[in-house]
C-alpha cells in the first residue's frame, strides 16, 4: 500500500506541471550570461521559466567579474546560456566555482562570425595574454536581428531537450519572436536604405556594431577593438581624429556601458558635438528606452538615422 501512494502522488504532480502554467516557484531556472541574451531568452522561455542575468542592464560584459550571488545563479540554474564568440571569457571559470554540471548553451551556434577588426592594431608591445582571452571572432553578432532569430532558435532546441513537455510552447514562442525580429530587421533595411551611402558613417567607443554595420552598410568607426578591456595608442586616436575630421562625420555615439572619457576627448580634438547615446553590449535600467532587445534596436535605430542625416 504504501508503494503505491507516493507513486500516485508523483503522477499527479507531473500531470498537473503539463496542463498548468508553471508558478513562480517550479519555472526552470536559467542563466543568462548579460542582459540582451536574458531578454531573448525570456521571450523563448515564456512562463516555464525564469531567467536569471549575470551581467545587468548597463553593465560590460568584457570586464565582468562574478560576485558571490553569481556563482549561487549558477549553481541553481538546470541550463546556463551564453553568447559565445569569446565573448564570456570569465564562464568557465564561473561554471566550475559553482559546480555547475550542466549544459552550457552557445545561442551564436551556426551564425557566420565575424572575425574581429584590425586584431593587430589594438596590440601593443605591453600587451599580456588576458588581452586574448577574447578570441578570434567578433562577439557582438546580436547587433543583427538574422542572428537573433539564429540565437532564438538554439535557445528553444536546448530548452526543449531540457524540458521536452514544452517543447511546443518553447518552438511557438521561439517562433513567435522571429516574426518580430524578422519585421524590425525589414522596417532597419528600408529605413537606411532611404540614406545616402556616402552619409551612413558612425564613431562610437568600441567596435560592437560591425555586424549591424554589415547588414545595413553603415560604416561604424570605433576607438577601441571588439572589446572594451584594452586602450587605444595615441597613434591610433589621432589617425582616428583625422579621419573623423577629413571624412566630416557628425554622428558620434557614447555607448551605454562603455566609459565615455576616451569618446569626449576624440569628439573634443576633432570639433564634433558630442551625440546621444547607443545600447551596444547592454540593455537600459527598466525605466530607459531600451529595456529589451526590440526597443533597444528600435531606439538605436532611430538615433543614428537622425545623425547620419546630418554627415
Ligand atoms: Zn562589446
Known amino acids: 500500500m504504501n508503494l503505491f501512494r507516493p507513486l500516485s502522488a508523483l503522477l499527479a504532480a507531473v500531470t498537473l506541471a503539463v496542463s498548468l502554467p508553471a508558478s513562480a516557484a517550479e519555472r526552470i531556472p536559467v542563466v543568462a550570461s548579460f542582459s540582451i541574451l ?14 536569471t542575468t549575470l551581467v545587468g542592464p548597463d553593465e560590460d560584459a568584457h570586464v565582468f567579474q562574478p560576485a558571490p550571488d553569481d556563482i549561487k545563479s549558477v549553481s541553481r540554474a538546470k541550463l546556463v ?7 564570456e571569457g570569465w564562464m568557465e571559470r564561473l561554471a566550475q566555482s559553482a559546480n555547475y554540471r550542466g549544459d552550457i548553451v552557445v545561442a551564436s551556434a551556426g551564425i557566420k562570425a565575424r572575425e574581429r577588426v584590425a586584431e593587430d592594431e589594438h596590440e601593443h608591445a605591453d600587451h599580456d595574454h588576458e588581452r586574448h ?12 536581428p538574422q542572428n537573433v532569430i539564429v ?3 538554439n535557445i528553444a532546441a536546448a530548452l526543449a531537450k531540457l524540458d521536452p513537455a514544452g517543447a511546443d510552447a518553447y518552438r511557438k514562442n521561439g517562433e513567435a519572436y522571429a516574426a518580430k525580429l524578422q519585421q524590425l530587421d525589414s522596417w532597419a533595411a528600408a529605413q537606411f536604405a532611404q540614406v545616402p551611402d556616402a552619409k551612413r558613417k558612425v564613431i562610437t567607443s568600441h567596435d560592437a556594431f560591425e ?13 577601441q577593438g571588439v572589446s572594451t578591456d584594452s586602450e587605444p595608442s595615441a597613434k591610433e586616436v589621432a589617425t582616428l581624429i583625422r579621419q573623423i575630421r577629413s571624412e566630416k562625420i557628425k554622428a ?8 565615455p572619457k576616451l569618446l569626449q576627448q ?4 576633432s570639433g564634433v558635438t ?3 547615446k547607443l545600447y551596444a553590449d547592454a540593455l537600459s535600467k527598466a525605466g530607459g528606452p531600451a529595456p529589451d532587445y526590440l526597443s533597444l534596436m528600435r531606439y538605436n535605430i532611430g538615433q543614428l538615422l537622425d545623425k547620419i542625416r546630418l554627415n
Do not use: C
Open 38 to 51: 536574458g531578454d531573448i531568452v525570456a521571450n523563448v522561455g515564456g512562463d516555464r521559466i525564469a531567467v
Open 81 to 87: 546560456v551564453v553568447n559565445g564568440l569569446g565573448f
Open 133 to 144: 582571452h577574447h578570441g578570434k571572432d567578433d562577439p557582438h553578432a546580436w547587433q543583427d
Open 151 to 153: 540565437y532564438a532558435r
Open 211 to 223: 555586424y549591424f554595420g554589415a547588414r545595413y552598410k553603415v560604416r561604424f568607426l570605433a576607438a
Open 252 to 259: 558620434l555615439f557614447f555607448e551605454n556601458m562603455s566609459n
Open 266 to 269: 576624440i569628439a573634443r580634438e
Open 274 to 276: 558630442a551625440g546621444g
